[in-house]
């Protein structure tokens, strides 16, 4: 059962009768030009001889003035069960307000939305986030579909390379190759928004995918841009940007290179008000700078300076920062293997991995793990290394 919309009374009426009351007097002929399809394609339609496509059916409604009721039908017809015809309604009455002007309240909503999205990936696993990212994204394309005034089409497209990078950055931490084409998404709505802060955080986040890679002249070519599309703004482009240049700068084995761009982080993160401080995709923290101050030293083999960092990077981090807290224990397991402990280096690597929530053992942290294990191959004949060959044998996210 249904709720139509002629009185709103319960109504049983088909996609091809619902067609049939609004073409009214006009001919098939009129009605199929201006859907744009043939004549004898409506009348099978009436006739039920053949199912709209959603093309189809949007063409008919927005032709016969159907207020998104054909749309609704061809999605979910009174057969269907209860819970499709909700979801149905449920997307004609997005469509009817997308359709509409937007208020400062509906657009500030967004951008609260893709603020508290990136605060999110602070905590929430990856499995669980990319499904509210995608559902998200469905409702603000339906909004950017339509016309707007140039002011707010700009918040809109700002909002929308946001959660494109956020989309990006949540399918490299799963290990999904589709986060390439995410990125170049998300610069290419940043650029139309002209919005140089959001495209410095987009580099900077992309120059990620290319560390993980292993391309790291790359990494370094994309954090330099981040930095230089900044302008000397203060945003978090560069404060992100220059730490991850100085890690590949570390692993190329560049100390004066290193110590040059973790300077220019550090006064990055200086200029930072408050707020593009707090945990979030966003944002960027004292604590992760100490983080990745301690990842550059110990690619460089400064244990010492490396280990004075990660104490002061896991004082700062909340508990429930279960990604950033797991990479640094893993950071803390290559020292032991670069000191030359091969059973300590196994024992906290695994022991990292374990302490994790099972749906937050993700690709990138059994990756880390790893490099930790090739690190240390002599620890496969000991007990901790065979405990860290069995956690690296699991499926990532589970335990």
């Known amino acids: 059962m249904r709720t139509a919309r002629t009185g709103g009374t319960v109504s049983d009426e088909t ?18 030009h201006l859907a744009s399809c043939g004549k004898s394609y409506v009348s099978d339609l009436e006739h039920e001889r053949r199912q709209p496509t959603a093309a189809i059916a949007a063409a008919l409604d927005d032709a016969l003035g159907g207020g998104g009721e054909l749309k609704m039908l061809a999605e979910a017809p009174p057969t269907a069960p209860l819970t499709a015809q909700a979801a149905a309604l449920q997307s004609g009455l997005l469509d009817a307000i997308a359709a509409g002007p937007m208020t400062d309240a509906s657009v500030e909503d967004w951008e609260w939305t893709v603020a508290r999205q990136g605060r999110a990936t602070r905590y929430r696993a990856e499995h669980d986030q990319l499904g509210e990212l995608v559902g998200e994204f469905s409702d603000l394309q339906r909004v950017l579909a339509r016309r707007h005034p140039a002011p707010v089409r700009r918040r809109l497209l700002v909002a929308a390379a946001g959660l494109s990078g956020l989309m990006a950055l949540t399918l490299l931490k799963l290990g999904d190759d589709g986060a390439r084409s995410w990125w170049r998404t998300a ?43 900044a302008g000397g703004l203060p945003c978090v482009g560069p404060a992100l940007a220059a730490p991850l240049e ?37 944002g960027y923290s004292e604590s992760q700078l100490r983080f990745h101050s301690g990842n550059a030293w110990t690619h460089l083999g400064r244990t010492v300076a490396a280990r004075e960092q990660h104490a002061q990077a896991l004082a700062l981090y909340p508990v429930d920062d279960h990604t950033d807290r797991a990479l640094i224990g893993l950071d803390q397991a290559m020292c032991e293997a670069l000191d030359g402990d091969a059973a300590a280096a196994a024992q906290q690597a695994a022991d990292t991995v374990l302490a994790l929530p099972e749906e937050h053992r993700s690709p990138l942290i059994i990756y880390r793990a790893q490099d930790v294990a090739a690190r240390v191959p002599e620890a496969r004949s000991l007990p901790e290394g065979r405990v860290l060959r069995d956690v690296l044998a699991l499926p990532a996210g589970e335990g």
Do not use: C, K, N
């Open 187 to 229: 610069r290419t709505v940043a650029a139309a928004a002209e919005d140089r802060t959001i495209m410095s955080w987009l580099y900077a986040q992309e120059a990620y995918q290319l560390y993980y890679s292993h391309d790291l002249h790359g990494a370094i070519e994309l954090a330099v841009r981040a930095q230089h599309l």
């Open 246 to 282: 100085a890690r590949s700068h570390a692993r190329l084995g560049r100390e004066d290179d290193v110590t040059s761009a973790l300077s220019r982080g550090q006064t990055a993160l200086s200029r930072l008000d408050e707020t593009d401080r707090a945990p979030s995709a966003f």
């Open 15 to 32: 996609f091809g009768q619902a067609l049939r009351r609004l073409r009214g007097t006009r001919s098939l002929r009129d009605v199929a």
